[in-house]
């Protein structure tokens, strides 16, 4: 690894102490601190907020927390680059256990530059439970400091403070390390560093990411897990904000002070030894992460490939999990918060850069996970692995999502094949398929700010209209083949032949993300859910269940990435009723209440319709704002037609009744898009129904009042749109 | 390295060893906190299970809470160890314990203590080859 030396002495004498602020110290209890830490970095005011009992019902905590926090700071004005505008983050009442896995999430939400609306980011690394610990359940950066600045929290000292820090790095590879550096006093205190750090691309685009850190003891090196989704890292960087620092040092297996401990230590149990025992026959999460996603997607037709006209590709397999095997430092557990065994989270080191102002460099690449995969190299038919590590590595330390990134550059591949862009539109980037070098090339650009760097960031949605505007491109063309919902960027799975998912993507709170309902195989391949009415029935559990996990600080994965022995043998098994079990159980041994699971749903169905009704108040959130671009629900060009023709040919004859004999592939084009564009609205309305929300997509006032979330100021927004 | 070996057709279950090892260890005569057992098998008359130092253990530790000395013996570090467990499911003998009145999991250290107390000779502190 290229070893760094920082002048640590030199980069403190520059620091200017703006403010400080002592907090008693008090040990969580039953998985909250009861209150939230304020902090504006312009005003340099710092307060403690408590959590009312009221917020705790309403809101529970984490995601829901965040929301609440920033629907009190923001006004239906309010854009993303607004002083009033804030980064959220925290935690909820089950993160920082060290005994059930994955439990180290944080999740961040700020009013997006990509949507307008509020977006949330769940993130592992050690920031989150570590500021839970210091004595917060939430932190709310408010305002816009006037120079470079840093925010440290000593959870041990009980000690905030706030510095300018003129000559710190911006790339979070560097100022990760140079924050242990600075903040641990020796070696044994850098595991009790982490900090939240964006980088050079996060300056100049839409697409800025949040990188939280956390040391790994066997490398003795800071890694980097992202909050990556819709910009939150631009926010960051747009408050002058280097990194937010916390320090804390007492971490037990009791943090929380949960009220049943060994029914905690019970449950955390049964899930390790069931991971131990089956992961290695199941989803190999222990030695592959979500690589081992790839070629089961390229296997169904799902895998992105070229701007998602295709769902396989014979190079595929260049990508596969077994090739990422080989790269990842094995046999050592890598998991991104203490007691998650499932430790997907892999890392290549020694992987030294090609390209850019870190060439010749010896550098850890978190990652790549599938995401990854499936945006920076199939859908760019980049099948190179060396090459999708770098974009991983840059993406990263520059604090760009690889999402977003991965998705972009695809449609800009595609909109060079289709002669919208050419070199001199690019500033002499090639963008053809597989061109690494020009993907490469594309993102040092933007974190230098520099040139159609600067458009690209902005992400699919303002490409689209100025390619419009100053090329007079095909809006069109540009829509349908645009893959973006409400601004951000579509995830990396094929939804052409699931209806379902595209609901899943675009019928969602902040847009195409997949972490409200992956329904692919439920509906495409299983055919579980036939008629719109068990769609509906998909799409209102599935994203209201998952909406838990940001309520508690959880991850997603050990929920259904590892499955127990008889789960198929259980009712409704894609629910893995055990592990929904095993959650209860966790939450309540933490807090000491007792909820069942009727009320863990409605705990998060009032977030989740919270969210809906902030994306009202921001001027969005009704039935517009939920299609998506055609290519995601079925073929736009006739390539992509005659790809798959034998499958539209048979949807033709089997569900239209037409007989494509005779037919031009433009006619049966039209045929099969009007078909599908019926088919959406009719998911719609069903979704809506079950939802309880009008066929505008708003949340009736009953339906608020049957949650328990007819608060005064939702009921009054929505009434207006009922 | 150094292990505790036992030679189970020579226990007659009278458990002085448990016994033993939960007083060194816990200052208390409980079974659940010995970090030897000793149970009945239907066919052989007893078994006896306890840490064979095979190591597994400690690549799994998430906080590097678990060391190997230089006799070859398996320690948990209470001061580094936050209480996950993971040691507990990975281990492929079951031997490594846990209890619900402490956080940390805990181990037999080979420290002999049950094998001087023996009285039939079922147990036995040996230096065997490390088989990695």
Request: charged letters at 25%.
């Amino acid at each position: 690894m290229t070893e760094h030396r920082f002048d640590i002495p030199a980069l403190k004498s520059k620091h200017k102490l703006l403010a400080e602020y002592t907090f008693e110290k008090r040990p969580v209890k039953l998985g909250y601190n009861m209150r939230t830490l304020y902090i504006n970095i312009d005003t340099l005011e710092i307060k403690e907020k408590p959590v009312t009992m009221e917020m705790k019902k309403k809101f529970t905590g984490g995601k829901g927390f965040d929301l609440k926090l920033l629907w009190d700071a923001v006004n239906e004005t309010t854009t993303w680059d607004s002083p009033e505008n804030e980064i959220c983050i925290a935690m909820g009442p089950v993160c920082g256990n060290t005994n059930y896995p994955g439990s180290g999430k944080s999740i961040v939400t700020t009013i997006s530059p990509q949507t307008d609306i509020p977006i949330d980011s769940n993130v592992g690394g050690h920031f989150g439970p570590y500021l839970k610990f210091s004595g917060f359940d939430a932190l709310e950066i408010q305002g816009k400091a006037r120079e470079e600045t840093i925010v440290y929290i000593d959870g041990n000292k009980g000690l905030i403070q706030i510095f300018t820090a003129p000559d710190e790095a911006i790339d979070s590879h560097i100022l990760a390390e140079q924050m242990v550096d600075m903040f641990a006093e020796n070696e044994r205190e850098r595991q009790h560093i982490s900090s939240v750090s964006a980088g050079r691309g996060a300056d100049h685009a839409w697409i800025g990411c949040l990188n939280f850190t956390y040391y790994d003891k066997r490398r003795k090196a800071m890694r980097l897990k992202q909050a990556g989704r819709g910009g939150t890292g631009t926010v960051f960087r747009n408050k002058r904000l280097k990194a937010l620092v916390v320090k804390y040092s007492g971490l037990s297996g009791d943090s929380n002070q949960a009220a049943d401990l060994e029914a905690l230590r019970r449950t955390g149990l049964k899930l390790h030894k069931e991971i131990i025992s089956l992961d290695a026959q199941q989803c190999r999460m222990r030695s592959q992460g979500t690589a081992h996603l790839v070629e089961i997607m390229d296997d169904y037709d799902l895998l992105p490939v070229m701007n998602f006209r295709y769902g396989q590709h014979p190079e595929a397999k260049k990508l596969a999990s077994w090739v990422w095997e080989k790269y990842f430092t094995q046999n050592i557990p890598d998991g991104c918060w203490f007691g998650c065994t499932l430790s997907c989270a892999h890392a290549v080191d020694n992987f030294e850069l090609r390209t850019g102002p870190y060439k010749g460099h010896k550098v850890i690449v978190d990652g790549p996970e599938y995401e990854t995969i499936g945006g920076c190299g199939s859908n760019t038919a980049i099948f190179d692995p060396d090459a999708v590590l770098e974009i991983n590595f840059y993406c990263d330390t520059y604090g760009l999502d690889t999402i977003s990134f991965g998705t972009l550059t695809a449609f800009l591949m595609d909109c060079y094949e289709n002669g919208i862009l050419d070199k001199e539109r690019t500033g002499g980037l090639e963008m053809t398929w597989g061109n690494w070098q020009a993907a490469l090339e594309l993102m040092h650009r933007i974190a230098r700010g520099e040139g159609f760097g600067l458009i690209a960031g902005k992400g699919i949605k303002y490409m689209q209209g100025y390619f419009v505007h100053e090329f007079g491109a095909d809006a069109k063309f540009l829509k349908d083949i645009g893959m973006h919902g409400k601004g951000l960027e579509q995830s990396e799975y094929q939804s052409k032949e699931s209806l379902a998912q595209q609901g899943g993507y675009y019928i969602t709170n902040k847009g195409p993300q997949h972490d409200e309902a992956w329904l692919i195989f439920m509906d495409m391949v299983n055919n579980m859910i036939p008629t719109f009415e068990n769609k509906a029935e998909a799409l209102h559990y599935f994203p209201v269940f998952r909406t838990w996990f940001g309520l508690q600080g959880l991850c997603k994965l050990p929920w259904n990435d590892i499955e127990p022995a008889n789960n198929a043998e259980q009712p409704e098994p894609n629910k893995v009723p055990e592990h929904v079990a095993n959650y209860i159980d966790i939450y309540n041994a933490i807090t000491g209440e007792k909820i069942d699971k009727t009320e863990m749903l409605l705990q998060s169905e009032r977030v989740y319709n919270f969210q809906r009704i902030f994306n009202l108040r921001m001027g969005h959130g009704k039935r517009v704002d939920d299609y998506p671009p055609d290519r995601a629900k079925g073929p736009v060009t006739e390539l992509e037609y005659e790809s798959r023709s034998e499958r539209y040919d048979k949807q033709l004859q089997e569900k239209l009744n037409v007989d494509p004999a005779g037919k031009s592939t433009a006619e049966k084009l039209k045929i099969l898009r009007a078909y599908r564009d019926d088919q959406y609205e009719k998911l719609l309305d069903a979704v809506y129904k079950r939802r309880g929300w009008t066929n505008e997509g708003v949340p009736t006032v009953e339906h608020l009042k049957k949650i328990g979330m007819d608060l005064p100021q939702l009921v009054e927004l929505v009434r207006k749109h009922q | 390295m150094k292990l505790l070996k036992t030679y189970k057709e020579k226990c007659t279950g009278c458990h002085t060893c448990m016994s033993v090892c939960s007083k060194l260890y816990f200052k208390q005569d409980s079974p659940e906190k010995s970090c030897i057992r000793v149970s009945v098998d239907p066919e052989s008359g007893f078994t006896l299970n306890v840490c064979n130092q095979c190591q597994r253990c400690v690549a799994e530790c998430p906080s590097m809470a678990i060391s190997v000395n230089k006799l070859g013996v398996v320690l948990v570090n209470k001061t580094l160890c936050i209480g996950c467990l993971a040691c507990v499911a990975v281990c492929p003998t079951h031997s490594m314990r846990n209890h619900h009145d402490q956080i940390h999991p805990f181990k037999c250290i080979a420290c002999g203590a049950c094998a001087k107390e023996c009285p039939a000779g079922a147990l036995e502190i040996v230096t065997e080859e490390d088989p990695t």
